[in-house]
């Protein structure tokens, strides 16, 4: 199963309903946390081009944000891309 990586800060609540979702699915996910890290920050903006977190990944694939992963999820693509 590729790595679930999630970019998130401390006090957004969709990274919060993100890590519950991970959580229900039984998923292990690593968190990078932003809360007070300018560089990466900027690291984040640099890979994805946007600003707000969180911002999730599986394996390289960029999923998005929240909504976008509940939306993969409800699509049916999310169980393909932890199965590669």
Not at 19 to 43: C, H, M, N, S, V
Request: proline share 4%; charged share 20%; net charge negative.
């Amino acid at each position: 199963m590729p790595t679930i990586t999630m970019y998130s800060t401390t006090w957004c609540s969709y990274c919060n309903a993100a890590k519950a979702f991970f959580k229900q699915k039984q998923l292990a996910f690593q968190e990078i946390d932003l809360t007070e890290d300018d560089e990466g920050r900027q690291a984040l903006v640099a890979r994805t081009g946007r600003t707000s977190v969180p911002q999730i990944f599986i394996g390289d694939h960029h999923v998005g944000g929240y909504d976008d992963l509940r939306a993969l999820d409800r699509a049916g693509g999310l169980a393909p891309l932890l199965a590669t």
